[in-house]
């Protein structure tokens, strides 16, 4: 398969701490993006990295790639409660192809 | 708000029955991909149209076809529906050519589908 999964399938952890989601994937890709998805509606992208960068930062979001061991993180610094959602990694493959994970499902206690 | 509609919103049919779910892309964009989500899982990849062709096709049966028209909008149709097809349909659009990277995929709400 060249679906990513996301480790942990479920993570719950206090309002400002931080929380950290895996990807790992099988083959070689062009780029990953990490996505959130709030009950059930549409996803939101949130990060993309290429394959050929090592760490990206966006605002609260942290996004490291290793392609030698096929694994990516996700990390969101001082959490919300907002930031509860699904968040997926989707690996990218002939340049259009995405192939999403089944999503850690972060919960954040206020 | 991404600028990805979707209609209808929720539907009910029956097993055996045909569906026809429709996409309204982002302005500018020329792809879009629809994914079929079963509750708790992630997104499966059904198939992608560029300029009104399809450009690639998941591990789903030909009773699963679409069609993009001029204007980028797009229909997913299901013939005999079953059970298992009941989920949550997205539709996403980017701008993309057959050999450039797509950068980022904008995503609809979603058309909820319950296959009694």
């Known amino acids: 398969s060249q679906q990513g999964e996301e480790d942990p399938q479920a993570l719950s952890i206090q309002e400002g701490e931080n929380a950290t989601m895996n990807c790992s994937y099988k083959t070689s890709i062009n780029n990953l993006q990490w996505y959130r998805q709030n009950s059930g509606r549409g996803l939101v992208h949130l990060i993309l990295?290429?394959?050929?960068?090592r760490e990206k930062h966006s605002g609260r979001l942290r996004v490291t790639l290793d392609t030698s061991k096929k694994s990516s993180s996700l990390l969101i610094t001082a959490s919300r409660a907002a930031d509860t959602a699904s968040y997926f990694c989707a690996t990218v493959y002939n340049f259009n192809k995405f192939y999403f994970g089944s999503g850690t499902k972060l919960n954040v206690k206020p | 708000e991404t600028g990805v509609t979707q209609s209808p919103t929720h539907l009910i049919k029956t097993r055996g029955q045909q569906v026809t779910l429709r996409c309204s892309s982002q302005?500018?964009?020329?792809?879009v991909s629809w994914y079929q989500q079963a509750l708790g899982q992630g997104p499966q990849f059904i198939f992608q149209?560029?300029?009104?062709?399809?450009?690639g096709r998941g591990n789903f049966p030909p009773r699963f076809s679409g069609l993009q028209f001029p204007n980028y909008s797009s229909e997913l149709n299901v013939n005999a529906l079953e059970l298992d097809d009941s989920a949550l349909y997205l539709c996403?659009?980017?701008?993309?050519?057959?050999?450039?990277?797509?950068?980022?995929?904008?995503f609809g709400p979603g058309t909820r589908l319950t296959v009694l």
């Open positions: 302005s500018g964009h020329n792809t």
């Open positions: 149209y560029y300029r009104e062709e399809e450009n």
């Open positions: 990295i290429r394959s050929n960068e």
């Open positions: 996403a659009s980017s701008l993309a050519g057959l050999k450039t990277f797509t950068d980022t995929q904008y």
